[in-house]
Antibody
Framework: QVQLVESGGGVVQPGGSLRLSCAAS????????IHWVRQAPGKGLEWVAF????????YHADSVKGRFTISRDNSKKMLYLQMSSLRAEDTAMYYC?????????WGQGTLVSVSS | QSALTQPPSVSGSPGQSVTVSCTGT?????????VSWYQQHPGKAPKLLIY???KRPSGVPDRFSGSKSGNTASLTVSGLQAEDEADYYC???????????FGTGTKVTVL
């Protein structure tokens, strides 16, 4: 079955950087677009970024544009989110999710905390 | 891009029906038939309930149904059960500029 496993979260100081990873299995990874979605503690869901199946197009939310970059390695079945210039408001659970117009399968998330 | 507007909470007794609304604009909900709904229990990842306004993935009970009129989409839960108590989020595709937007979320309480 479809499995998505996020990793790379942790505590980072404001202004710092972090790279999140999402390992995929149970489906043909190179056939599907993948999203990053985040959820601040006690808050709602926020779409963060999307990458097409072949990496040819990438989209980022205005709130992270210029600071976060989504990428993928189809040979390794891996998705990444490079985050820089982190702010306190980036503190959240980060999920990867398979889909394009919707979010069919989700990982369990990795927690990012931006704090001094 | 502003979040889609949902009521903070709705409630109903077991067996009753509840409806959650999701209001956007002509640039998102009203402009595309790509509204989806997600159920999230505490401490868990969201789960897809409805896609393309009214379609249900395999395994989702037919007690869950979706619809759309203009810039407002709706999720109806019929025959409310205790396990339906959760947070519910709508989402809409918003074109290549803003791509996706989620709703503010609604807590459904089973009385």
């Amino acid at each position: 079955q479809v499995q998505l496993v996020e990793s790379g979260g942790g505590v980072v100081q404001p202004g710092g950087s972090l790279r999140l990873s999402c390992a995929a299995s149970g489906f043909t990874f190179s056939d599907y677009g993948i999203h990053w979605v985040r959820q601040a503690p006690g808050k709602g869901l926020e779409w963060v970024a999307f990458i097409r199946y072949d990496g040819s197009n990438k989209y980022h939310a205005d709130s992270v544009k210029g600071r976060f970059t989504i990428s993928r390695d189809n040979s390794k079945k891996m998705l990444y989110l490079q985050m820089s210039s982190l702010r306190a408001e980036d503190t959240a659970m980060y999920y990867c999710a398979k889909g394009y117009y919707d979010f069919w399968s989700w990982g369990q998330g990795t927690l990012v905390s931006v704090s001094s | 891009q502003s979040a889609l507007t949902q009521p903070p909470s709705v409630s109903g007794s077991p067996g009753q029906s509840v409806t959650v609304s999701c209001t956007g604009t002509s640039s998102d909900v009203g402009g595309y038939n790509y509204v989806s709904w997600y159920q999230q229990h505490p401490g868990k990842a969201p789960k897809l309930l409805i896609y393309e306004v009214s379609k249900r993935p395999s395994g989702v009970p037919d007690r869950f149904s979706g619809s759309k009129s203009g810039n407002t989409a709706s999720l109806t839960v019929s025959g409310l059960q205790a396990e339906d108590e959760a947070d519910y989020y709508c989402n809409s595709y918003a074109g290549s500029n803003n791509f996706h937007v989620f709703g503010t979320g609604t807590k459904v309480t089973v009385l």
